[in-house]
């Protein structure tokens, strides 16, 4: 069973079009939610980490939440240089110093003029 | 500022050759270091993780090694490849507590003939 669920696979937007990505969890304890964004060929990108429920993080046009067992990705008023794949993944708490990270497939994004 | 390097960046293979993927962190000691297979489609997998040198442990039974000849360097290394092993092969860094992101690499563009 995969941890993290990511919806939808694919997303079309038009240039200015906000909308989210949602990253859902069922890791029994979280240490951490990730956001990455990739671009093709590329490795993930680190965007945001979030740690508890209500916790909010803000990047340009990106905004990151979290719930008790989902994160939303919220896109405002996207370009095209926004078009990527968007990674979630979570850490569970375990004591361990390995800070493995459980990914899902992603978003990919396309935004077009 | 820490940094990650990895080469090659794309690399082509016949059946049965060997294998040696390097990537390096600088700016950064004692890290944890990772490396991941992406495929299409299916997400990251993690192949191994080290949290120091000369300690590796592998997460997938296959037809690869890892090793960590010194703090900074990570090797993924195969004797004989196999046409199963085309992929993209990511290495990654993070510090060693927990609740931190891993920083990923451009990654290596394995094709095998």
């Known amino acids: 069973e995969d941890q993290v669920t990511q919806s939808p696979e694919a997303l079309r937007l038009q240039e200015g079009e906000s909308s989210s990505l949602n990253c859902s969890y069922t890791?029994?304890?979280?240490?951490?939610l990730f956001w990455y964004r990739q671009d093709p060929g590329k490795g993930p990108e680190f965007l945001f980490t979030?740690?508890?429920a209500g916790e909010e993080k803000e990047k340009e046009r990106l905004k990151a939440t979290l719930t008790k067992k989902e994160s939303f990705l919220h896109i405002t008023a996207p370009k095209p240089e926004d078009s990527a794949t968007y990674l979630c993944a979570v850490q569970e708490v375990g004591g361990s110093t390995l800070g493995r990270l459980y990914f899902g497939r992603g978003t990919q994004l396309t935004v077009w003029p | 500022s820490q940094t990650i390097h990895q080469w090659p960046a794309t690399l082509v293979q016949p059946v049965g050759s060997p294998l040696s993927l390097e990537c390096t962190v600088e700016g950064t000691s004692n890290p944890n270091l990772y490396w991941y297979r992406q495929a299409a489609g299916r997400g990251l997998q993690l192949l191994f993780y080290s949290v120091g040198i000369g300690q590796i442990s592998s997460e997938v039974p296959q037809n690869l090694s890892a090793s960590r000849p010194q703090d900074r360097q990570f090797i993924l290394s195969s004797k004989k490849l196999l046409l199963s092993d085309s992929g993209f092969y990511l290495c990654a860094w993070s510090v060693l507590n927990g609740g931190q992101p891993q920083h990923f690499g451009d990654g290596t563009r394995l094709s095998i003939l």
């Open positions: 979030l740690y508890s």
């Open positions: 890791v029994s304890g979280l240490r951490g």
